[in-house]
């Protein structure tokens, strides 16, 4: 099973107000560094996609003959399919800098689940009721999942999941799992973890930070 890593690390980090996530230090790391480190005990090769004008940053910190770095697109969709439109290897490891605790355990259950399937990716249970405006009950806790990263997917299935897509793809920003959906292609969910957090805040990044000293 020979997998490519993408990893998406264009993100300008508006919300949390420090710069690009992917320079972001936590316990003495970029977000980057974090991310290259674990994909790429899994993977043949490494794509890491930046803004324009971080690739040279970029390159200083990860850049290496397994580690190439290219310029990201304007939304996390755009820059999902630049990575896939330039990647080779027949199995995909999509990983994203803002979720810098994922346990190797989970990319092994990743790629187990995704040879059988096509796709597989981390899913945690809802814990809280989820209600529309009027008070009606949407889901109980347990009823749904939420998606974390990284997804793992095979080159096939992904190119075909974008050629199934509509095309108004460019206004919806339809996830990876849904434009695989499209295409017939069924993920598979394996246990996620509440530390897989998402580094989006300030309160998430202090979050990190405390979960880092444990």
Do not use: C
């Not at 490519?4 to 949390?16: H, P, T």
């Not at 979720?99 to 809280?128: I, K, M």
């Not at 108004?168 to 499209?182: K, M, Q, T, W």
Request: proline fraction near 5%.
């Amino acid at each position: 099973m020979t997998v490519e890593a993408l990893i998406q690390a264009a993100g300008r980090g508006s919300r949390l107000g420090l710069g690009p996530k992917a320079f972001v230090t936590l316990g003495g790391m970029t977000l980057l560094e974090r991310a290259v480190g674990l994909v790429s005990a899994f993977a043949a090769s490494v794509l890491v996609a930046v803004a324009d004008d971080d690739i040279g940053r970029a390159n200083d910190l990860v850049g290496s003959r397994k580690v190439r770095v290219m310029p990201g697109g304007a939304t996390r969709s755009e820059t999902t399919r630049r990575l896939i439109d330039a990647a080779s290897e027949p199995w995909l490891l999509l990983h994203d800098v803002v979720h810098p605790f994922v346990a190797p355990d989970l990319v092994t259950r990743l790629l187990s689940a995704g040879r059988e399937t096509g796709a597989a990716a981390p899913g945690l249970p809802n814990t809280e009721f989820v209600y529309s405006r009027d008070g009606t009950i949407l889901h109980r806790p347990g009823d749904v999942l939420v998606g974390q990263k990284p997804v793992v997917v095979s080159l096939a299935a992904v190119r075909a999941g974008y050629a199934a897509a509509s095309g108004d793809d460019a206004e919806s920003d339809p996830s990876l799992i849904e434009v695989l959906a499209r295409a017939g292609v069924r993920t598979a969910f394996v246990p996620g973890s509440a530390d897989n957090i998402k580094i989006t805040s300030l309160a998430d990044l202090r979050l990190a930070e405390a979960l880092g000293r444990i």
